[in-house]
C-alpha cells in the first residue's frame, strides 16, 4: 500500500444526470445529442510505444492522414452528417453537463426512459467554463460550482452558447437499457459504476481494478 496525505486536496464527485429529451426535433426539443462518427478515429498511443501509455488522440482521416476533428463551436454551427441523433434534448446547458458528466439518464417525451453512455470524443482537450467565467469577470473562483455555473448560463442565454464553445471537447454516445437505477451507466472496464465506491483514475498513472482507500469528507 502506498498512502498520499494531503490537508488541501480537492474531491469532488460524479453524478448521472437526468435529461428530457425526443427522438424527433420538435417544440422544446432542439439540441442533438449525437451517437458515435462513423469518420471518428481513436488512436490508443500506448500501443505503438510504451512511454506513451495511457494517451489517446482522436480525428478524422483526410489525404492519408490524421487531423484535428470537429470542435464543439463547429459542431454546434454546422452539425454532424456522419453522426445518427440519438435524441433531442429540451434545455442545451443540460446536454452540455451531460457531456462534462459523460453518461446519463433520458426521459423521453412517451414516457420511457434509457441511459445513454460515453462512446467517444472528438479529441480535444477539455476545457473547465468556471474557468472562462472567471476570466470573463462573471464569477469569483470561490464562488464557482457546478450549481452556480448552470444558474449563470439559464439566466444568461444570450451569452451562454458562447461560454459552452469554450470548451472544444465534444462527447458522443450510445444508448442502452437502464438496468438496474440503483447502479450508474458502465465505466471504462464496461462494469456498472457504484455509488460512493467506483472513482476514477489517471490510467498512465493507476492500473484498471487497483483498489483505493479514500479517506476524505
Given at each position: 500500500?502506498?498512502?498520499?496525505?494531503?490537508?488541501?486536496?480537492?474531491?469532488?464527485?460524479?453524478?448521472?444526470?437526468e435529461?428530457?429529451?425526443?427522438?424527433?426535433?420538435?417544440?422544446?426539443?432542439?439540441?442533438?445529442?449525437?451517437?458515435?462518427?462513423d469518420?471518428?478515429?481513436?488512436?490508443?498511443?500506448?500501443?505503438?510505444r510504451?512511454?506513451?501509455k495511457?494517451?489517446?488522440v482522436?480525428?478524422?482521416?483526410?489525404?492519408?492522414?490524421?487531423?484535428?476533428?470537429?470542435t464543439?463551436?463547429?459542431?454546434?454551427?454546422?452539425?454532424?452528417?456522419?453522426s445518427?441523433?440519438?435524441?433531442?434534448g429540451?434545455?442545451?446547458?443540460?446536454?452540455?453537463?451531460?457531456?462534462?458528466?459523460?453518461?446519463?439518464?433520458v426521459?423521453?417525451?412517451?414516457?420511457?426512459?434509457?441511459r445513454?453512455?460515453?462512446a467517444?470524443?472528438n479529441?480535444?482537450?477539455y476545457?473547465?467554463?468556471?474557468?472562462?467565467l472567471?476570466?470573463?469577470?462573471?464569477?469569483?473562483?470561490?464562488?464557482?460550482?457546478?450549481?452556480?455555473?448552470?444558474?449563470?448560463?439559464?439566466?444568461?442565454?444570450?451569452?451562454a452558447?458562447?461560454?459552452?464553445?469554450?470548451?472544444?471537447?465534444?462527447?458522443?454516445?450510445?444508448?442502452s437499457?437502464?438496468?438496474?437505477?440503483?447502479?450508474g451507466?458502465?465505466?471504462?472496464q464496461?462494469?456498472?459504476?457504484t455509488?460512493?465506491?467506483?472513482?476514477?483514475?489517471?490510467?498512465?498513472?493507476?492500473?484498471?481494478?487497483?483498489?483505493?482507500?479514500?479517506?476524505?469528507?
Open positions: 500500500p502506498y498512502e498520499v496525505r494531503s490537508s488541501d486536496g480537492l474531491f469532488t464527485g460524479y453524478y448521472e444526470p435529461l428530457h429529451g425526443s427522438r424527433t426535433q420538435h417544440g422544446r426539443y432542439q439540441t442533438p445529442v449525437y451517437g458515435l462518427p469518420d471518428l478515429v481513436s488512436v490508443d498511443l500506448g500501443a505503438f510504451d512511454t506513451l495511457g494517451e489517446r482522436a480525428g478524422r482521416v483526410e489525404n492519408q492522414k490524421l487531423v484535428p476533428y470537429a464543439r463551436a463547429e459542431i454546434d454551427a454546422k452539425g454532424l452528417k456522419s445518427r441523433i440519438l435524441f433531442y429540451d434545455d442545451p446547458v443540460a446536454v452540455f453537463f451531460l457531456h462534462i458528466q459523460g453518461s446519463g439518464r426521459v423521453f417525451d412517451d414516457g420511457s426512459v434509457a445513454v453512455a460515453y467517444g470524443q479529441g480535444h482537450p476545457t473547465a467554463i468556471g474557468k472562462t472567471i476570466a470573463m469577470g462573471a464569477l469569483k473562483r470561490e464562488n464557482v460550482s457546478l450549481q452556480s455555473i448552470r444558474a449563470w448560463l439559464h439566466v444568461h442565454h444570450d451569452k452558447r458562447v461560454v459552452m464553445e469554450s470548451d472544444a471537447s465534444y462527447v458522443f454516445f450510445k444508448e437499457p437502464l438496468g438496474d437505477p440503483a447502479l451507466s458502465a465505466g471504462t464496461n462494469v456498472p459504476l455509488p460512493e465506491a467506483s472513482i476514477a483514475v489517471d490510467a498512465k498513472v493507476h492500473p484498471l481494478g487497483a483498489p483505493f482507500f479514500v479517506a476524505t469528507t
